[in-house]
Every structure is written in C-alpha cells, then in structure tokens.
C-alpha cells in the first residue's frame, strides 16, 4: 500500500527557507505512471498547488510561487522535496505531498506538516 | 490562470437528504475535472475525477456531472462521513487550481 510522509522543521523564521522532504512507501518515485507534487493549505483556507516533478526531472511550479520554489526528486532514495526560500508568515500552511498521476490528478496524499513561519 | 468557483460555500442537508455542490470553471476545462473531500484534520482524498469518474473506493452515492464550465457533484443519501469539505479542481491548465470549497454540515 503506497505511503507519503512529510517531514521537515514544523517552525521557520520569516527571511528563512522552508525545507521538507516526502519520503515514499509502497511504490516507486522512478515509476513512469506517475509524478509527485507539493500542496498547501493555511490554517482554515482552501488549497494551493506549489509543484510537480517528474521522475525525469521535468519540473512545473504555481507562477505565483515560482521565484521561491524549488522542488527535487532523489529516486535512489524514494524521496522529493520542496524548498521555499524567503518565507512571511503568509507561509504558514499545511504541507502536504501527493502522487500524481499523469493527468495531475492527486490520487493519494500525505498526512501533511504544519509549518508555521514565525521568530 | 482558471478560476473554479464553487457554490454554495455552505451546504446544511439532513442525514439521508441529497445533496448537489457545484462548481464553475472561468474558461472551458473540457471534463479535466477532480473532487475531493476533506474530513477535519485529515488530507483531501480523491473522489471523483474525469468530471464523472469514481476514484478507487469511492461508493456509488457520489456522482459527478459536467463539462465546459459547469459541474456538478452528487450525493444522493448523505452518511454521517460525509460531512465534509468538497473541492473541485481544474487540471486541465497549469497551475493546477482549486474550487473555494462548499463545507457540506448536518442540518
């Protein structure tokens, strides 16, 4: 049964780089069937796309994020991850990784992270 | 970019009553069309995709309709488990976007 598991630092000084990594279970990130992608969604709001990659490497990021936003993949290890430098408190979400399918649609989640930006 | 707008954002509907969620793409996204629903504390599961499509394990009193700009998700008999955030959301453009989501609580 495929897993997701966010993890990462739950609080991150404005100015910062948020850093979380999705380690994968029960399947495979070098899988041709699907991609995998980072969401988010701030305490009592609605849900925001941030990135997808490939296992190829092929990458698509939210323009509204992109300058911010990068997100890698490490099929050796089972792995990706997203990094989000110069973090606000507008940051403040639940993170949470998904495999996509080849369409984009999210068909399993991971639990998610709450990272909260704050000094 | 797409804007899903969905309606209304609060449903009150008694157990065993139907309920109908809509959602409204800016532009025609075709039938590139996902629902999903969000219990409290938990991540957003996959129900519908493909405008009509029932995801793996999803019971057969959640219908989609749809296409264009106009969809339409169904529940004929509500269950206590699904009340719920629902959200629809666009892939057939980038960036991949959401609905507003319409909470679905017991009357």
């Known amino acids: 049964q495929l897993q997701l598991q966010e993890s990462g630092p739950g609080l991150v000084k404005p100015s910062e780089t948020l850093s979380l990594t999705c380690t994968v279970s029960?399947?495979?990130?070098?899988?041709?069937?699907?991609?995998w992608g980072w969401i988010r969604q701030p305490p009592g709001k609605g849900l925001e796309w941030i990135a997808t990659?490939?296992?190829?490497?092929?990458?698509y990021y939210n323009p509204s994020l992109r300058s911010r936003v990068t997100i890698s993949i490490d099929t050796s290890k089972n792995q990706f991850s997203l990094k989000l430098n110069s973090v606000t408190a507008a940051d403040t979400a639940v993170y949470y990784c998904a495999r996509q399918d080849t369409t984009m649609v999210a068909s399993d989640w991971g639990q998610g992270t709450l990272v909260t930006v704050s000094s | 970019e797409i804007v899903m707008t969905q309606s209304p954002a609060t449903l009150s509907v008694s157990p065993g009553e139907r309920a109908a969620l809509s959602c409204r793409a800016s532009?025609?996204?075709?039938?590139?069309l996902a629902w999903y629903q969000q219990r409290p504390g938990q991540p957003p599961r996959l129900l519908i995709y493909?405008?009509?499509t029932r995801a793996t394990g999803v019971p057969a009193r959640f219908s989609g309709s749809g296409s264009g700009t106009e969809f339409t998700l169904t529940i004929s008999s509500l269950q206590s488990e699904d009340f719920a955030v629902y959200y629809c959301q666009d892939y057939n453009n980038w960036p991949l976007t959401f609905g507003g989501g319409t909470k679905v609580e017991i009357k």
């Open positions: 029960g399947g495979s990130t070098s899988s041709t069937s699907y991609c």
């Open positions: 532009q025609t996204i075709y039938n590139k």
């Open positions: 990659i490939y296992y190829t490497g092929n990458t």
């Open positions: 493909a405008a009509s």
